[in-house]
């Protein structure tokens, strides 16, 4: 029943977008769903399309951001990967096998409206706007995940809380461990997802 | 038992809290993260604790340990 707990989540993958992206995946796995992300496993005799792809297809849910879509100064091409993403899912809900019919998605963005300018295609899907605010993030996903799969959900402020704790307790464990702050900051994502997973089970496991 | 932290953390509505570790509600706001070190740098010398400082990401920025030193310095008299 992987399938039923798989969350896949399309975002850029660099430093810059790991402000959000940490309390991201952190939401989804306290909330005891699986975050399956590019990322997690890195194969170079795979191709990238195929590993995107098979999580696609093993994921009933998707998180799609688009914030980083635009390019940032003047001349600079602006990114497709996320958007090329998107469709893939859409998609496979659309052409796929009979559960895939029940996908479904969540697209992030910064701004409100702001993806009507260049992919109007998407009115009317399920769309919200985290503001680049990192805590806002975990409300956002918080509400959608229990809108559609989640019977009982903790609050969007004892998420934050326990990331809070979370982001502490891995401080301190990561430094007894010979990391340094840099080296905390960019802690690979794969790593990172395991440590969270490992910290809310023992969490559970000791209430 | 683990003793309980104390942490400077953006506040959802604007400003910054302090909270204590496995709380979920702030103990006091204030509208400078400077003005919530302050009050969060007491409490922990009060209560012996640690105080983090986080990030609006909720990296940590500063750690302090207010009478938990893992490593005191010996006496070698």
């Not at chain 1, 701004?111 to 680049?132: F, N, Q, T, V, W």
């Not at chain 1, 805590?135 to 559609?148: D, E, Q």
């Not at chain 2, 509600?25 to 010398?45: E, H, L, P």
Request: hydrophobic share 40%.
């Amino acid at each position: 029943m992987a399938f039923e707990k798989n969350v896949f989540v399309n975002c850029p993958f660099d430093a810059e977008y790991l402000p959000l992206l940490r309390p991201l995946l952190f939401t989804v796995i306290y909330l005891r769903l699986t975050p399956r992300i590019a990322l997690e496993a890195i194969d170079s005799g795979e191709l990238r399309l195929n590993k995107i792809v098979e999580l696609i297809r093993d994921s009933k849910y998707s998180i799609h951001d688009l914030s980083r879509s635009e390019a940032a100064v003047a001349g600079e091409l602006y990114r497709l990967n996320m958007p090329f993403e998107l469709g893939v899912d859409f998609g496979c809900r659309t052409f796929g096998k009979p559960k895939q019919r029940d996908k479904r998605a969540l697209v992030l963005e910064a701004k409100p409206h702001r993806y009507k300018a260049s992919i109007s295609d998407l009115a009317g899907a399920d769309i919200e706007c985290h503001e680049d605010e990192p805590y806002k993030v975990i409300g956002v996903v918080r509400n959608w995940l229990k809108n559609v799969c989640l019977a009982q959900a903790a609050g969007p402020a004892r998420i934050s809380s326990a990331f809070t704790d979370f982001m502490a307790d891995n401080f301190d464990a990561l430094t007894q461990l010979g990391f340094s702050p840099q080296d905390i900051e960019l802690l690979p994502v794969g790593e990172l997802i395991e440590r969270m997973t490992a910290w809310v089970a023992s969490k559970a496991a000791a209430a | 038992m683990r003793k309980v932290s104390k942490h400077v953390v953006p506040n959802p509505s604007g400003g910054w809290s302090v909270k204590n570790s496995g709380a979920t509600r702030a103990s006091k706001v204030f509208d400078t993260q400077q003005q919530a070190i302050t009050y969060g740098r007491d409490a922990a010398k009060k209560t012996r604790s640690e105080l983090y400082v986080h990030g609006r990401d909720g990296t940590i920025k500063n750690k302090n340990s207010y009478g938990n030193d893992p490593m005191p310095p010996r006496d070698n008299k």
